[in-house]
């Protein structure tokens, strides 16, 4: 027993949270050695801990809390409306405003949340702030600014006086990254001030090999990557698995444990809704590539809320992500569903 474990039980009466304390079982394993010694074993159940039937089924409650680490807000019908989605998204063209969202965490254990960017507007970033203000279910930002532009060091001072901003997403809306003299300065004064940089990279977006040069150049920001390193189809490409080493080598990139019906979207982007499949199987030799490569350390869960409807939704989500970590046992679902979370999206 590990009684320094806490968990937070979810109340199916009320649908309140309530903290309490539970013994943590299962745990110890080594991130890249499951607890049992043939993937094709079912895991036993650990104590404590509800066995998932399928992954196919609504993840109800597992009793042990999760942090989402990647959300998006925006409300199209504002004032100037808003730069994306445009109306040509089906299903998210809409107002997406913290209360639906806090109903959708309620009903899958979801106890905590940080919210990632979705526009290019610096203002978008205050926004943000100012909806989420005193809701301490809200933990943190993680903004948008131009990395290498003239008003980069202004704007980030100013954010910066929020706690809850704690890093930006780069590289996504503009510029390209070069990483010239500009781009290095701007990542560098992110990283003296303790905080974190979201990149995206899958295809021609933000090229692994450019990754791996700048956690190189700038070893002290901590990096993660989103969306599974843009990880494609049932099984791994060759050359993704390749750079996914690579990068991994960095003991400063992280790895986003998130979207995984992004996968199976026959498209290049989010603007019809698709079918990912809901079984574990279709996932896990990418999921395995990912472990043995960060570890149980570096790899940190999140939804991608509300694009991950477009595919399949939170619940499968979820009930995917635990299906696959509970051969691990509890200590290893414990940080990549939430303790990782706590510890990267922090000022350093």
């Given at each position: 027993?590990?009684?320094?474990?806490?968990?937070?039980?979810?109340?199916?009466?009320?649908?309140?949270?309530?903290?309490?304390?539970m013994?943590?079982?299962?745990?110890?394993?080594?991130?890249?050695?499951?607890a049992?010694?043939?993937?094709?074993?079912?895991?036993?159940?650990?104590?404590?801990?509800?066995?998932?039937?399928?992954?196919?089924?609504?993840?109800?409650?597992?009793?042990?809390?999760?942090?989402?680490?990647?959300?998006?807000?925006?409300?199209v019908?504002?004032?100037?409306?808003?730069?994306?989605?445009?109306?040509?998204?089906?299903?998210?063209?809409?107002?997406?405003?913290?209360?639906?969202?806090?109903?959708?965490?309620?009903?899958n254990?979801?106890?905590?949340?940080?919210?990632?960017?979705?526009?290019?507007?610096?203002?978008?970033?205050?926004?943000?702030?100012?909806?989420?203000?005193?809701?301490?279910f809200?933990?943190?930002?993680?903004?948008?600014?131009e990395?290498?532009?003239?008003?980069?060091?202004?704007?980030?001072?100013?954010?910066?006086?929020?706690?809850?901003?704690v890093?930006?997403?780069?590289?996504?809306?503009?510029?390209?990254?070069?990483?010239?003299?500009?781009?290095?300065?701007?990542?560098?004064?992110?990283?003296?001030?303790?905080?974190?940089?979201?990149?995206?990279?899958?295809?021609?977006?933000?090229?692994k090999?450019?990754?791996?040069?700048?956690?190189?150049?700038?070893?002290?920001?901590?990096?993660?990557?989103?969306?599974?390193?843009?990880?494609?189809?049932?099984?791994?490409?060759?050359?993704?698995?390749?750079?996914?080493?690579?990068?991994?080598?960095?003991?400063?990139?992280?790895?986003?444990?998130?979207?995984?019906?992004?996968?199976?979207?026959?498209?290049?982007?989010?603007?019809?809704?698709?079918?990912?499949?809901?079984?574990?199987?279709?996932?896990?030799?990418?999921?395995?590539?990912?472990?043995?490569?960060?570890?149980?350390?570096r790899?940190?869960?999140?939804?991608?809320?509300?694009?991950?409807?477009?595919?399949?939704?939170?619940?499968?989500e979820?009930a995917?992500?635990?299906?696959?970590?509970?051969?691990?046992?509890?200590?290893?679902?414990?940080?990549?569903?939430?303790?990782?979370?706590?510890?990267?999206?922090?000022?350093?």
């Amino acid at each position: 027993m590990n009684t320094s474990d806490i968990m937070f039980t979810i109340s199916r009466t009320c649908g309140v949270v309530i903290l309490g304390a539970m013994a943590a079982c299962g745990g110890g394993q080594a991130a890249n050695k499951p607890a049992e010694s043939s993937s094709t074993t079912p895991a036993k159940k650990a104590e404590g801990q509800p066995a998932l039937a399928s992954a196919t089924q609504a993840a109800a409650p597992s009793g042990r809390p999760i942090w989402d680490t990647h959300i998006h807000f925006f409300q199209v019908t504002r004032q100037g409306g808003v730069d994306w989605p445009t109306p040509k998204f089906k299903g998210l063209y809409r107002d997406i405003l913290p209360t639906e969202y806090k109903e959708v965490a309620k009903k899958n254990g979801i106890v905590a949340t940080g919210i990632v960017e979705a526009s290019p507007k610096v203002s978008d970033d205050d926004w943000i702030l100012s909806i989420t203000k005193g809701d301490d279910f809200f933990k943190f930002f993680v903004g948008q600014l131009e990395i290498g532009s003239p008003g980069f060091s202004a704007d980030l001072n100013r954010l910066a006086k929020d706690s809850r901003f704690v890093g930006i997403r780069g590289f996504l809306w503009s510029p390209k990254m070069t990483l010239d003299a500009k781009q290095l300065a701007s990542c560098k004064e992110l990283a003296a001030k303790g905080m974190t940089l979201d990149i995206i990279s899958r295809g021609d977006l933000n090229p692994k090999d450019k990754v791996d040069q700048l956690a190189e150049a700038v070893p002290k920001l901590h990096i993660i990557i989103d969306h599974l390193g843009g990880a494609k189809g049932e099984n791994p490409d060759p050359k993704w698995v390749e750079a996914i080493n690579k990068l991994a080598k960095h003991p400063n990139i992280y790895m986003k444990f998130s979207s995984f019906f992004d996968m199976f979207n026959p498209g290049s982007g989010e603007e019809e809704p698709w079918k990912s499949p809901e079984n574990v199987s279709a996932y896990k030799p990418h999921f395995d590539v990912l472990m043995k490569a960060f570890g149980e350390d570096r790899l940190i869960w999140g939804s991608n809320w509300p694009v991950v409807e477009q595919g399949g939704g939170v619940t499968k989500e979820i009930a995917i992500a635990e299906e696959y970590l509970k051969s691990y046992g509890n200590d290893v679902r414990d940080k990549v569903m939430y303790k990782n979370a706590q510890k990267f999206y922090a000022r350093h």
